[in-house]
């Protein structure tokens, strides 16, 4: 490892000394031819050539020699260590660092990269929010969806927080609402306008509204900023379901219509029972409970076939009475055998219909519309047969953990799996549940109308 400025530094010195004293080029050759030994002896001992000075000078000039060469040799010796030093602490931060030093340049850092190597990756971490962005709704209410959801990662920064930016982006979402108010009325089916109309009202000068935000942020207080924020964002995300009447469908293989589909939203709710006899953990103010109950949304928008076939299984009172198993970061349930399969079933984000008996590739940038990395995520396990199937029956919960996962705070399973739901109450019981639990009974809560079977497509 070089320094070039280091030798162009002591370069410099070397000029100026000669420079401030322009009679030591001369008195030094002077020297030199009138003195064979001293000049024999110079070669090896320049310093001591002029220890016994002709004139004062000559004695001026000696004592700066000496403090140059001095200064210099001091530099020079410094900077070496300081090379040795250097060195050293690079080739142990190359053995500990995951990633190679040619990659330090931003610059050359592609988008993929920045995904998986940012700890800010902008992953849902709560199933609510995965829903809510999973949500398809015009490009306007995206729009303003998009503003307020940035300020939720802007609140999770521990220093300082960036007030400005949130309120920029408070109006922003403000003024898109307000401009395109008849667009997004529009979007709104006839029967449900005077809904929509209520919740646009809402959304602009509500208690929850985009203006009593922008009131919180200008107060600087986090707390009510996210109390606030939350409130905006459910105004958003209903305005939006409102928006859904028609689910795009890519077009399927003639196959696949063995299994109904789910053209919204469904919500199941399983009963939890201890397989050997045990407790869980009371409610707060209450007594050690026998069973548990658990919800899960089913997300048909994005995960249609997959959604579809869990909601009939449970209709069909497939799971009542399942044993469940713990194995690593996941509850599994026992499997069967169905006769038939369901395709490995995948939305990329930014696109408006599902992959089929395909994975993504996290490492190329696809990242999925319904993330696994979410805890209490809810998956088909693959098929025995085939990763291009999930299997028809069996399904778990995925545990996230960010301490397990990669960078970017990925689980190492993303894009792998059919994800078609999320928990939303009863997280807490995740934990507590072992293997030897059972599910005592599983019903479809909500979402029975919005279940199709193929012959009524």
Not at 410 to 427: H, W
């Amino acid at each position: 490892m070089a320094f070039p400025l280091s030798s162009a530094f002591i370069s410099h010195k070397a000029s100026i000394a000669t420079s401030l004293n322009p009679s030591l080029t001369q008195q030094r050759s002077h020297l030199f031819q009138s003195n064979p030994t001293c000049r024999k002896t110079a070669l090896f001992r320049p310093t001591f050539c002029c220890i016994f000075p002709k004139n004062p000078s000559t004695e001026v000039n000696r004592k700066h020699k000496i403090l140059s060469n001095f200064c210099a040799s001091t530099f020079k010796d410094g900077t070496k260590r300081f090379e040795s030093t250097v060195a050293v602490i690079l080739f142990f931060v190359q053995i500990a660092s995951p990633l190679p030093f040619t990659a330090w340049n931003s610059l050359s850092i592609s988008s993929a990269e920045a995904v998986l190597y940012s700890p800010d990756t902008k992953v849902p971490r709560t199933g609510e929010l995965a829903l809510r962005k999973a949500i398809p709704a015009n490009t306007n209410m995206k729009t303003i969806q998009d503003s307020l959801e940035d300020i939720s990662y802007l609140l999770r920064i521990p220093q300082r927080k960036p007030f400005g930016t949130m309120e920029g982006n408070v109006k922003k979402a403000l003024k898109i609402a307000v401009d395109d108010k008849d667009s997004i009325m529009a979007s709104i089916p006839a029967d449900l306008r005077e809904k929509g109309s209520e919740l646009y009202d809402s959304l602009i000068d509500g208690k929850g509204g985009l203006k009593t935000l922008l009131e919180c942020i200008k107060d600087k207080d986090p707390d009510k900023v996210s109390v606030g924020l939350a409130s905006s964002l459910d105004a958003v995300a209903q305005l939006e379901l409102l928006q859904v009447t028609v689910l795009l469908l890519c077009a399927l293989e003639s196959f696949f219509y063995v299994t109904r589909r789910l053209t919204g939203r469904g919500i199941v709710e399983l009963v939890i029972e201890k397989g050997d006899g045990a407790t869980f953990s009371p409610e707060a103010g209450g007594e050690p409970r026998k069973t548990a109950t658990i919800q899960v949304v089913l997300d048909g928008y994005s995960a249609p076939l997959t959604a579809g076939n869990f909601a009939k299984l449970v209709v069909d009172g497939a799971y009542n009475g399942v044993k469940l198993s713990c194995i690593n970061q996941a509850i599994l349930s026992d499997s069967k055998n169905s006769g038939y399969s369901v395709p490995l079933e995948i939305m990329p984000s930014g696109q408006f219909e599902p992959l089929y008996k395909t994975t993504l590739s996290v490492q190329d940038g696809e990242l999925p519309v319904l993330p696994l990395s979410v805890y209490g995520a809810v998956a088909m396990a693959h098929s025995d047969v085939s990763e291009e199937y999930s299997s028809p029956y069996q399904f778990f919960f995925y545990l996230y953990d960010k301490r397990s996962a990669g960078l970017g705070g990925l689980s190492f399973d993303e894009g792998q799996f059919s994800v078609f739901g999320y928990t939303t109450v009863g997280r807490e019981t995740l934990p507590e549940i072992k293997t030897g639990d059972l599910i005592r009974s599983a019903k479809l809560v909500e979402g029975q109308d919005r279940l199709v079977s193929p012959v009524e497509s």
